[in-house]
């Protein structure tokens, strides 16, 4: 299968910012592709705003049959753009650090509660939907999207004393396929 990647990565400002596809590879069962040095998907900036700042990164992988991944792109860009502008409108005194924890697992901070859910549901309801309705439009066999976010409470917050996250792991399953694709954060001061 050949596969590509791309996605959507949200800043602490609630600037929304594209990934574009890139080809990861063809791959054959059991075979691994390794970036060497690691592949930088995105850079944040920590400047601007006040703590605590969340960032998310929303990340899809397609088996590129024919065309039609670099359209779900553009689809998700601008669902996630409407959502994240809805969720302020009805929220309005949630901050863009809270709705960016609370869509994903976080390597920081998460808001709980109520809020959280809200939050939460409606990033997988929108998601959903969108990915249903584009995969039966497209050629490709396009994967739901994985979401990660990290939250960094202060100017001086770190991975437990590391300026690089732990390794974390996204797991795709589909189309009769099952793809991993591992990831950090890294803080650059």
């Known amino acids: 299968d050949n596969i590509s990647m791309g996605g959507v990565a949200v800043d602490h400002m609630e600037d929304i910012t594209k990934i574009k596809e890139f080809n990861v590879g063809t791959f054959d069962d059991g075979q691994v592709r390794e970036y060497s040095p690691s592949k930088l998907l995105k850079r944040f900036s920590l400047s601007g705003g006040d703590y605590p700042k969340t960032y998310a990164v929303f990340l899809s992988i397609a088996e590129k049959d024919a065309t039609g991944f670099s359209e779900f792109l553009d689809e998700l860009y601008n669902a996630i753009k409407a959502a994240v502008i809805l969720i302020l409108m009805a929220l309005g005194a949630v901050t863009g650090a809270a709705i960016g924890a609370a869509i994903g697992g976080t390597v920081g901070t998460a808001v709980g509660g109520p809020i959280g ?46 300026l690089r996250s732990p390794t974390m792991k996204f797991v795709y399953r589909n189309f009769g396929g099952k793809y991993s694709v591992s990831y950090f954060w890294q803080i650059v001061r």
């Not at 939907?129 to 039966?136: F, K, S, Y």
């Open 117 to 162: 859910t809200i939050i939460g549901v409606a990033a997988g309801l929108i998601l959903g939907g969108l990915v249903g309705w584009l995969v039966g439009l497209l050629r490709d066999d396009i994967f739901e999207p994985q979401i990660t976010t990290v939250t960094l409470p202060s100017a001086s917050s770190d991975f437990n004393g590391s």
